[in-house]
């Protein structure tokens, strides 16, 4: 199994597919062509799983960086006798620049060893699995490299030199010195009995540079954010570009699947898919750390997919896969044994049919978010954003399975009544647009009929907040939405007193927050959120106790690895990140949290704040 811990993962991208690079140079997670394609390299789940790792003989030392505003990664190991650099990068669409970022991606992963002092002897390995490492591939050797072959599909490895081939893998050694450079390409092929191509050591240089030129396009144009904690922000916008697939817009939450939310547990889930209930947050994070032009492309790919839903009668759908695919079967891989022993391993979403009330919340909040985008919007999508507020109306009063899509009992959720509030609320504001304006009355007549609810149904007085369902006494970091999305004014008593309680009691001793600490049917205790503590700074900034806030985001952003990359959660008894990795979920609080901050402090300098108590 996989011991090497998540932090050390760097991530590459080429904004359709993903991998996953440790600290000590080994390529242990790599999906072609899609970020939710069987693996090709799969040794975070298991052992067996494939890999591919470049690295020093012998003693060595390392550090890493991304080169500039890139998703080129370049690591430097020290030995004794030399210094080796190793680029490495998922390659983009050949001279593709700005918004056309991840447009004509080849499928290509590239690495170039460069000693830039001394010599050093290095050591490389291929072990490529294709499919899950289901079944061995065939392996042949042909002039200018390796083919892998597995069912239809095929790999290329692009080597200058010789490699010895065992049983289960490939292996070269290379005796380097100062001023050598030597490049290596694995390319996907759909069709693996087509002849192979290999790329020349002239190709592997241009294009690593030619990516390296479009992602710095990409910041330049897109990562105008000024205000604090600027690096941070403009790491967590590019990872969010990392994560979306191009060729619809949709946004994966991670790139992997099975990293367990407990070590060694069962809490393991397939997340490289996009939810509409990270809709709305995930637009604001865009627009702040990003574009909106890349926000636009995202509304619009949720809004046609889950439109022709509601037109059907059916409830909306939670999630969707990136070429907008609806079921998404889910089922376990026991040749895996999982990072670190935490089975199963997973693939496919069993959540994908759950009831969840918020998503229409999601949908109409995100339109509200950008109402520019919706004038460009089909006529029968604008109307199936009405459709969705109607559907808010009729089904709020129904049980789902909430944000935290528990695999058990549906409940009444304050976090969907919430929702179905915001989806009735925005659609009042957005009903010119909408060509809805008849509709205003009854959408008022509901929202306000929602918001009495929420408030006698969802206020605890046992436990002196707001909680996670109605009658319920246990508290629940969305609660925290109340003030975010708007339905209370942020300095409201109750809304104080669900801060203050959910600081108090649902925070571990370093002050970061759990999503909840009721039994959901699920073995071990999971780790704090980081997407929660980052609500709370949120939370903390909209109610004016700007000091309270940053203190509460630092805590959140310490956890962020050297690269900047946030995982789903924290190990509740020491300091390691859990779960898939790297979480857009974590990057989109932190940006928001950012934002709001910046804003409060802004208002504070302005006279206008409310002041730290």
Same mark, same amino acid.
């Given at each position: 199994?996989?011991?090497?811990?998540?932090?050390?993962?760097?991530?590459?991208?080429?904004?359709?597919?993903?991998?996953?690079?440790?600290?000590?140079?080994?390529?242990?997670?790599?999906?072609?062509?899609?970020?939710?394609?069987?693996?090709?390299?799969?040794?975070?789940?298991?052992?067996?799983?494939?890999?591919?790792?470049?690295?020093?003989?012998?003693?060595?030392?390392?550090?890493?960086?991304?080169?500039?505003?890139?998703?080129?990664?370049?690591?430097?190991?020290?030995?004794?006798?030399?210094?080796?650099?190793?680029?490495?990068?998922?390659?983009?669409?050949?001279?593709?620049?700005?918004?056309?970022?991840?447009?004509?991606?080849?499928?290509?992963?590239?690495?170039?060893?460069?000693?830039?002092?001394?010599?050093?002897?290095?050591?490389?390995?291929?072990?490529?699995?294709?499919?899950?490492?289901?079944?061995?591939?065939?392996?042949?050797?042909?002039?200018?490299?390796?083919?892998?072959?597995?069912?239809?599909?095929?790999?290329?490895?692009?080597?200058?030199?010789?490699?010895?081939?065992?049983?289960?893998?490939?292996?070269?050694?290379?005796?380097?010195?100062?001023?050598?450079?030597?490049?290596?390409?694995?390319?996907?092929?759909?069709?693996?009995?087509?002849?192979?191509?290999?790329?020349?050591?002239?190709?592997?240089?241009?294009?690593?540079?030619?990516?390296?030129?479009?992602?710095?396009?990409?910041?330049?144009?897109?990562?105008?954010?000024?205000?604090?904690?600027?690096?941070?922000?403009?790491?967590?916008?590019?990872?969010?570009?990392?994560?979306?697939?191009?060729?619809?817009?949709?946004?994966?939450?991670?790139?992997?699947?099975?990293?367990?939310?407990?070590?060694?547990?069962?809490?393991?889930?397939?997340?490289?898919?996009?939810?509409?209930?990270?809709?709305?947050?995930?637009?604001?994070?865009?627009?702040?750390?990003?574009?909106?032009?890349?926000?636009?492309?995202?509304?619009?790919?949720?809004?046609?997919?889950?439109?022709?839903?509601?037109?059907?009668?059916?409830?909306?759908?939670?999630?969707?896969?990136?070429?907008?695919?609806?079921?998404?079967?889910?089922?376990?891989?026991?040749?895996?044994?999982?990072?670190?022993?935490?089975?199963?391993?997973?693939?496919?979403?069993?959540?994908?049919?759950?009831?969840?009330?918020?998503?229409?919340? !999601?949908? +109409? /909040? @995100?339109? *509200?978010?950008?109402?520019?985008?919706?004038?460009? %919007? &089909? $006529? =029968?999508?604008?109307?199936? #954003?009405?459709?969705?507020?109607?559907?808010?109306?009729?089904?709020?009063?129904?049980?789902?399975?909430?944000?935290?899509?528990?695999?058990?009992?549906?409940?009444?959720?304050?976090?969907?009544?919430?929702?179905?509030?915001?989806?009735?609320?925005?659609?009042?504001?957005?009903?010119?647009?909408?060509?809805?304006?008849?509709?205003?009355?009854?959408?008022?007549?509901?929202?306000?009929?929602?918001?009495?609810?929420?408030?006698?149904?969802?206020?605890?007085?046992?436990?002196?907040?707001?909680?996670?369902?109605?009658?319920? !006494?246990? +508290? /629940? @970091?969305? *609660?925290?939405?109340?003030?975010?999305?708007?339905? %209370? &004014? $942020? =300095?409201?008593?109750?809304? #104080?007193?669900?801060?203050?309680?959910?600081?108090?009691?649902?925070?571990?001793?370093?002050?970061?927050?759990?999503?909840?600490?009721?039994?959901?049917?699920?073995?071990?205790?999971?780790?704090?959120?980081?997407?929660?503590?980052?609500?709370?700074?949120?939370?903390?900034?909209?109610?004016?106790?700007?000091?309270?806030?940053?203190?509460?985001?630092?805590?959140?952003?310490?956890?962020?690895?050297?690269?900047?990359?946030?995982?789903?959660?924290?190990?509740?008894?020491?300091?390691?990140?859990?779960?898939?990795?790297?979480?857009?979920?974590?990057?989109?609080?932190?940006?928001?949290?950012?934002?709001?901050?910046?804003?409060?402090?802004?208002?504070?300098?302005?006279?206008?704040?409310?002041?730290?108590?």
């Amino acid at each position: 199994m996989s011991s090497e811990p998540i932090a050390d993962y760097a991530l590459l991208s080429d904004c359709c597919s993903a991998a996953l690079v440790s600290a000590a140079g080994s390529v242990d997670w790599l999906c072609f062509p899609r970020f939710d394609s069987p693996s090709v390299f799969g040794r975070i789940l298991g052992r067996d799983a494939g890999f591919w790792s470049v690295r020093p003989v012998g003693d060595h030392t390392s550090t890493r960086r991304y080169l500039g505003s890139t998703l080129v990664l370049e690591t430097t190991h020290t030995a004794p006798g030399g210094v080796l650099t190793v680029t490495d990068a998922l390659v983009l669409g050949d001279g593709k620049r700005g918004h056309d970022l991840g447009a004509d991606s080849p499928g290509t992963l590239l690495r170039q060893v460069a000693c830039t002092e001394g010599s050093v002897d290095v050591e490389i390995v291929i072990s490529a699995r294709p499919g899950y490492a289901l079944a061995p591939p065939l392996v042949g050797v042909t002039q200018g490299g390796i083919h892998f072959r597995a069912g239809e599909s095929g790999l290329s490895f692009s080597t200058p030199v010789s490699f010895e081939l065992t049983a289960d893998a490939a292996r070269a050694g290379l005796d380097l010195r100062a001023g050598d450079v030597t490049g290596f390409a694995v390319s996907f092929q759909a069709d693996g009995s087509r002849e192979p191509v290999f790329w020349s050591q002239a190709e592997i240089t241009r294009r690593l540079e030619d990516t390296v030129q479009g992602w710095t396009s990409w910041a330049e144009l897109h990562q105008n954010y000024q205000g604090p904690w600027r690096d941070l922000v403009a790491c967590s916008g590019r990872i969010l570009q990392a994560l979306t697939y191009y060729p619809t817009g949709a946004i994966v939450a991670a790139p992997t699947t099975s990293l367990p939310e407990v070590a060694g547990g069962t809490r393991n889930w397939d997340y490289r898919y996009s939810w509409i209930r990270d809709a709305s947050m995930t637009l604001q994070a865009l627009w702040v750390a990003a574009c909106p032009d890349e926000a636009g492309k995202f509304f619009q790919f949720l809004a046609t997919e889950a439109a022709s839903q509601l037109a059907s009668g059916e409830e909306l759908q939670i999630m969707f896969g990136v070429g907008g695919e609806r079921e998404l079967p889910e089922r376990e891989l026991a040749h895996l044994p999982g990072w670190r022993g935490s089975s199963p391993v997973r693939v496919g979403n069993g959540a994908w049919n759950q009831r969840q009330l918020d998503v229409y919340g !999601e949908l +109409l /909040d @995100a339109a *509200a978010t950008l109402p520019e985008y919706l004038a460009e %919007l &089909p $006529p =029968d999508t604008r109307m199936f #954003l009405a459709d969705a507020a109607d559907a808010a109306a009729a089904r709020w009063q129904s049980t789902d399975n909430g944000i935290w899509e528990v695999r058990g009992e549906q409940r009444h959720y304050l976090h969907s009544k919430l929702l179905c509030w915001v989806a009735l609320d925005r659609a009042i504001s957005l009903a010119g647009l909408l060509q809805s304006e008849d509709k205003v009355p009854q959408w008022t007549e509901s929202r306000d009929r929602i918001a009495a609810s929420i408030r006698t149904e969802g206020w605890s007085e046992a436990a002196k907040a707001y909680t996670q369902s109605y009658g319920s !006494e246990d +508290l /629940d @970091a969305s *609660a925290l939405m109340l003030s975010i999305v708007g339905f %209370l &004014p $942020p =300095d409201d008593p109750r809304m #104080l007193a669900t801060i203050e309680a959910i600081e108090q009691r649902l925070t571990d001793p370093r002050g970061l927050v759990y999503r909840y600490r009721s039994d959901d049917g699920f073995p071990g205790e999971e780790g704090t959120f980081m997407l929660c503590t980052f609500w709370l700074a949120h939370a903390l900034a909209l109610a004016g106790r700007t000091d309270r806030a940053r203190a509460v985001f630092e805590r959140a952003a310490a956890f962020a690895t050297d690269l900047g990359l946030l995982a789903e959660e924290v190990a509740p008894d020491s300091s390691e990140l859990l779960g898939n990795f790297p979480q857009a979920f974590s990057h989109i609080g932190l940006v928001n949290a950012a934002w709001a901050i910046s804003e409060a402090e802004a208002r504070g300098r302005r006279g206008t704040g409310r002041g730290d108590q």
